[in-house]
């Protein structure tokens, strides 16, 4: 499941951000439209995936035998909605180098070799 919620978000955040700029003539392809849009599928990933990172780190850690709905509950309780993006700051921070020299260098690879 947050594999799933992973990808989604860096595949809208990439290809939806990058068809946004490109359609209205924001940015051109190069460079900085590639840099721009990974730094949105990081951003898109880290904010889809965090709160499933964080409910399976909370259910993991504990020895009580409890399952995971009483985790989502007891988040919940404790620090309402956005208590489920806890540590999303450092999760960012941790995706957006990899999306940064992944989807840049994959990019300009493929319009090196004339791919798209």
Not at 18 to 45: E, F, Q, R, W, Y
Not at 49 to 65: E, F, K, L, W
Request: hydrophobic share 40%; glycine share 12%.
């Amino acid at each position: 499941l947050r594999g799933a919620f992973f990808t989604a978000g860096q595949l809208v955040g990439y290809d939806g951000f990058k068809t946004i700029c490109k359609s209205n003539d924001i940015l051109n392809d190069g460079v900085p439209l590639h840099v721009v849009s990974s730094i949105a599928a990081a951003l898109g990933a880290t904010v889809l995936s965090t709160p499933a990172d964080y409910v399976m780190s909370r259910y993991m850690s504990s020895n009580t035998g409890r399952n995971a709905s009483f985790y989502i509950i007891q988040i919940y309780n404790e620090n309402g909605i956005l208590g489920f993006w806890k540590g999303s700051g450092i999760g960012f921070l941790r995706v957006c180098p990899v999306m940064l020299s992944y989807t840049t260098i994959y990019e300009q690879l493929r319009l090196y070799f004339g791919l798209g």
